[in-house]
């Protein structure tokens, strides 16, 4: 179960969804809060949140977002699992301006802050367990860090634009490793049935890297609601050992109303 909420949060951030670029055409507002249950196998192995709030840097107006997430249960026995990553982001383009990572998943533990200056075009690593700090040049708007990635897309694409079968990337940094780039390819919609009842979702897959941790390169799937909000309903992984699965739990403070189908 290493790293699941990693796994929960890098599949998240890669969701379409509509219009935008200032807070006026955000599909999202501050106060939204958003609560994933998942298992591992037949454990309920944790919970992870996401919320959004407003601030300032230098006073420009950010929205920051707290993403955290726990073990639970005989989950936490086996392996214990206590992550926070934090993103702040414009308001105005959905530009990152600092990303924030403090985990400690089984022992395994990462304190890490990245400032990112785009006028100088700059971003700095500061690793602040191993005090080191990494330097990468910032040639491309369109980079994003782990959390700011899900908010920007949501603002900035629409599922009903696209084609059965495309795949669309997007470049992120979020560790010393650097710049990687990440696919997403669009299977089309489904209803599933959840907690909530049914919802109309669109379906996509990440392309990932086959190896140690996941089954094979298209072994994750992840769905969205098919209405404004653009919201993660589940997540589904199979990994060398076992898989896990993500659902959405509980929500509160939407922009938009969430939609049912109703019988």
Not at 30 to 55: C, D, I, Q
Not at 70 to 91: H, L, M, P, Q
Request: some cysteine; proline content about 2%; overall charge positive.
């Amino acid at each position: 179960m290493k790293k699941l909420y990693l796994l929960f949060i890098l599949s998240a951030q890669l969701l379409m969804a509509q219009s935008g670029g200032d807070s006026k055409a955000s599909v999202f507002k501050p106060g939204e809060w958003l609560k994933f249950r998942m298992h591992y196998g037949m454990l309920n192995a944790s919970y992870a949140t996401l919320h959004v709030k407003s601030s300032k840097i230098d006073g420009v107006p950010m929205y920051h977002v707290v993403g955290k997430g726990k073990t639970t249960g005989w989950a936490s026995i086996f392996f214990k699992v206590d992550d926070t990553y934090e993103s702040y982001f414009s308001k105005k383009d959905g530009k990152p301006y600092r990303f924030i990572r403090k985990i400690d998943e089984g022992g395994y533990t990462k304190d890490v802050e990245i400032n990112f200056d785009h006028k100088k075009e700059k971003a700095v690593l500061n690793d602040k367990k191993n005090n080191k700090k990494y330097n990468f040049d910032l040639t491309e708007d369109s980079i994003q860090d782990l959390i700011s990635a899900f908010y920007f897309l949501r603002n900035n694409y629409n599922p009903e634009d696209l084609v059965k079968g495309e795949s669309l990337d997007l470049k992120m940094l979020f560790d010393d490793d650097g710049v990687f780039n990440f696919k997403l390819k669009y299977l089309g919609t489904q209803t599933l049935k959840t907690k909530f009842g049914k919802v109309k979702c669109y379906k996509f897959r990440p392309l990932v890297q086959s190896g140690r941790v996941f089954k094979e390169k298209e072994s994750l799937s992840l769905w969205v609601s098919a209405d404004d909000n653009r919201i993660p309903i589940r997540i589904k992984a199979d990994l060398a050992v076992g898989s896990i699965k993500a659902d959405l739990d509980a929500y509160n403070g939407l922009k938009h109303q969430f939609k049912l189908i109703m019988d």
